[in-house]
């Protein structure tokens, strides 16, 4: 069974720093990109960061880049994402998730298959 | 960025009704469309990929089309387990962009 948990969240103040980790389990997680979606409380959903397979690419969200960076390590099945400079607009529930990749008839597509159950990041003083 | 605009933003039905929520990408993003289904504290779920391809497990009632710009998600005949928010999410071009949203209330 594919499993996702999310943790290190919590409360921190704007400037500060906090890393996430995500544990995977029940697929070869050194096959798959991965990806960070977050949502603000009581809103949408907005795609953070993800991660090739082997890690040789990254890609970032613009109202995190330079601040957060996306890293793996699939020795021990994590994903993780270091955040810093923190503000108050990054308060949110972080998901990691799947990002299955596959192609069909030339075209290639991205598909977030398995998700985690969240962990809560708070920016306040 | 690319803009995806969903509508409506919410909607009241009743158990049984056809429902039918559109997405609109602000360019061309060939048929690089995924649904998504999120309930109250819950992480989203998957429905549909390639705009039209339904993902293993999920009821025949949903159901997506669409390619270019205007993409729909429909639900033929809604059940009790359907009242959610339900996202549209581009995956064409970086940085992938979700829709807004739209609440699936009952009536």
């Known amino acids: 069974e594919v499993q996702l948990v999310e943790s290190g969240g919590g409360l921190v103040q704007p400037g500060g720093s906090l890393r996430l980790s995500c544990a995977a389990s029940?697929?070869?997680?050194?096959?798959?990109?991965m990806s960070w979606v977050r949502q603000a409380p009581g809103k949408g959903l907005e795609w953070v960061a993800n991660?090739?397979?082997?890690?040789?690419?990254?890609h970032y969200v613009d109202s995190v880049k330079g601040r957060f960076t996306i890293s793996r390590d699939d020795a021990k099945k994590s994903l993780f994402l270091q955040m810093k400079s923190l503000r108050a607009e990054d308060t949110a529930v972080y998901y990691c998730?799947?990002?299955?990749?596959?192609?069909?008839?030339?075209?290639?597509?991205?598909?977030?298959?398995?998700w985690g159950q969240g962990t809560l990041v708070t920016v306040s003083s | 960025a690319i803009q995806m605009t969903q509508s409506p933003s919410s909607l009241s039905a009743s158990v049984g009704d056809r429902v039918t929520i559109t997405c609109r990408a602000s360019q061309g993003i060939r048929n690089n469309l995924t649904w998504y289904q999120q309930k109250p504290g819950k992480a989203p779920k998957l429905l549909i990929y390639a705009a039209s391809s339904l993902q293993s497990g999920v009821p025949s009632r949903f159901s997506g089309s669409g390619s270019g710009t205007d993409f729909t998600l429909t639900i033929s005949s809604l059940q009790p387990e359907d009242f959610a928010t339900y996202y549209c999410?581009?995956?064409?071009?970086?940085?992938?962009?979700f829709g807004g949203g739209t609440k699936v209330e009952i009536k």
């Open positions: 998730a799947r990002d299955l990749r596959y192609c069909s008839g030339g075209d290639c597509y991205s598909v977030f298959d398995y």
């Open positions: 991660i090739k397979e082997d890690g040789s690419e990254e």
């Open positions: 029940g697929f070869t997680f050194g096959r798959y990109w």
């Open positions: 999410l581009q995956e064409y071009d970086y940085p992938l962009t």
